[in-house]
Structures are given as structure tokens and as C-alpha cells.
């Protein structure tokens, strides 16, 4: 699967506007996939608190959401624009590749819920096919 | 047996109470055949599903919208037993549809999107997690008579 000039041009389009809540967008899709899927608290369980909005997890949805705006202005090559951030979970953290999916999921979850408007079917799948690019070069360092 | 929190149980019926399944149902569905286009597959019936307009303006896909999400109903009113609310379905799909189970899984994934869109700030992680962990039980229901 590889997106399209459409694709490109729509998630350009809508994260311009979405980015400009990036911090509020990190943290909440963070903490929503902590609650929503329990097992992925494994990878967090050095953090004195796992609430919704504590502070490591807003200080991690920051980290997270400068990893995809690096991913949008490196959209033509996401292998190379994310092979750092790609080789420190497969060879550091260990994560699991499964969990790319399940944060993708809970960021599309957060991103149409703040902007609702904006979220139409076409954009739904230009986004949705962007964060699988995403989550499959953050896979490939793996094995 | 699924074990309910009094706070899931409240969390689910909030999201149901809230939600139009004549709105939700056709999007939900016009959502999944668009950013899945592969499910299209199981609606060869259905006419005209060749563009993004022509599936949102497609009768027979709104009218099953509908029928799917008030399906979902049945599951809502009896969440001590969702295994045997949905076991004629399963057999259903899985015996006369031919459906990968794996769509159930995604048509779930959209319809939780369109209700997030829907409900905005009501749609807060707590309730996102008990109407996600509802939709995974229906979903395994829904493939437990494959064989």
C-alpha cells in the first residue's frame, strides 16, 4: 500500500490545521490507548502515573507528535525520515510492532473527535493509510 | 463469562442513548467500504461503490448501515449473554456470507471513529475503553461459529 498525490496532498492539508493542537492531540490519544488497551502499560511501567493527562504522559505525547510531524514534512521517504525513531523501539524499547496500530487507532479516534468537521470519509483514509506508512517504517528495523 | 463494571455498563448505555443508528449506521458502513476498500467484496449487490460519492450516496448501503447498527442494539440490552444474543449471526455470516471475521474487527474500528465524531468531548477515554471493550466482545461472538 503506498499513498497516493491525493492522499499526500490531504494529509498535508488537514494535519496543517490539526497540528496547532499537537500537544492536546499527544496526550490524549496517548492516554486513551493506555486505558482502552491495558496490556500496552507495560511499556510505561517506570512512570510514577498512568492517568489520563498526567504529566510523563503529556511530556510523551509531546515526543510522539514532533515523531509525525517529522513523518508529514518526510512523507515521500518515510523509511529514511523515521529510521532512527525506527531502529531505538526495535533495538532499545522493544516495542512490540503490533502497538503502532493500536496508537494509530486511538490518534484517529482523537482526531476526529477535535475536529469533526474536517474529518471527511477522504480524509478518513488518507489518514488512515498515512499512520499504517507510518506504523510499517517504524517496523522495519526490526528483524 | 464477560465481567461488567457498573461504570462500563453506564458508560455503554450513555453511548447508545446518544447515538442515532438511522446517522451512525449508514456512515459507519459508508466508512469502513471506503478506507477498507476491500470489504466492497461482500456487497456486490449493491450496486455503485466505485467512488467515495458513489458509496455515501448509495441507498442500499445507508438502508444496511441502519440494519447493522441496530443489530448492535441487541447487544447493548443484554450484556450478560452477548455469546448467544449474536450466535444465529455468526452462524450467518460465517456459513451463508462468507465473511473474514477480520472485517468485524474493522467495521468496529469505524463505527467507534464516527461515534467519536459524533460525540465529541462526551466520548472520553473511560468511555471509549467500555464501548471498545462492548465492540470487542461482539466481535468475538461474531466469529465464534466459524469453523
Same mark, same amino acid.
Given at each position: ?23 492536546? &492531540? ?30 510523563? &504522559?503529556?511530556?510523551?505525547? *509531546? ?10 514534512? *518526510? ?12 531502529? &531505538? ?39 488512515? *493509510? ?14 | ?7 462500563? @455498563?453506564?458508560?455503554?448505555?450513555? =453511548? ?15 466508512? %469502513? ?11 456486490? %449487490?449493491?450496486? !455503485?461503490?466505485?467512488?467515495? $460519492? ?6 442500499? =448501503? ?11 442494539? $441487541? ?5 450478560? #449473554?452477548?455469546? $448467544? ?13 462468507? %465473511?473474514?471475521? #477480520? !472485517?468485524? @474487527? ?31 466482545? =461482539? %466481535? $468475538?461472538?461474531?466469529? @465464534?461459529?466459524?469453523?
Amino acid at each position: 500500500m503506498s499513498l497516493s498525490t491525493k492522499d499526500k496532498t490531504l494529509v498535508k492539508a488537514f494535519w496543517d490545521k490539526a497540528s496547532k493542537k499537537a500537544d492536546d &492531540i499527544g496526550s490524549e490519544a496517548l492516554s486513551r490507548m493506555l486505558i482502552t488497551y491495558p496490556a500496552t502499560k507495560t511499556y510505561f511501567a517506570h512512570w510514577d502515573d498512568l492517568k489520563p493527562g498526567s504529566a510523563p &504522559i503529556r511530556k510523551h505525547g *509531546k515526543v510522539i507528535m514532533k515523531g509525525l510531524v517529522t513523518a508529514v514534512s *518526510k512523507i515521500d521517504d518515510l523509511e529514511s525520515g523515521l529510521s532512527k525513531v525506527a531502529e &531505538i523501539h526495535a533495538t532499545k524499547l522493544k516495542v512490540d510492532p503490533a502497538n503502532f496500530k493500536i496508537l494509530s487507532h486511538c490518534i484517529l479516534v482523537v482526531l476526529s473527535k477535535m475536529f469533526w468537521e474536517d474529518f471527511t470519509p477522504e480524509t478518513h483514509v488518507a489518514m488512515d *493509510k498515512f499512520l499504517s506508512r507510518v506504523s510499517q517504517a517504524m517496523s522495519e528495523k526490526y528483524r | 463469562m464477560v465481567e461488567w463494571t457498573e461504570a462500563e @455498563r453506564r458508560a455503554i448505555e450513555s =453511548v447508545w442513548e446518544k447515538i442515532d443508528v438511522n446517522v451512525i449506521g449508514p456512515q459507519a458502513l459508508e466508512s %469502513v467500504l471506503i478506507v477498507y476498500p476491500w470489504t466492497q467484496r461482500y456487497f456486490g %449487490v449493491f450496486g !455503485n461503490l466505485s467512488s467515495v $460519492s458513489a458509496i455515501t450516496g448509495n441507498p442500499k =448501503v445507508a438502508a444496511h448501515g441502519k440494519t447493522v447498527l441496530k443489530a448492535l442494539g $441487541s447487544g447493548v440490552k443484554n450484556l450478560d #449473554d452477548i455469546k $448467544s444474543t449474536y450466535a444465529k449471526l455468526s452462524e450467518l455470516h460465517s456459513e451463508k456470507l462468507n %465473511v473474514d471475521p #477480520d !472485517n468485524f @474487527r474493522l467495521l468496529a474500528d469505524c463505527i467507534t471513529i464516527v461515534i467519536s465524531t459524533k460525540l465529541a468531548a462526551a466520548f472520553s477515554p473511560d468511555v471509549q475503553a467500555a464501548w471498545q471493550k462492548f465492540l470487542d466482545v =461482539v %466481535v $468475538s461472538a461474531l466469529s @465464534r461459529e466459524y469453523h
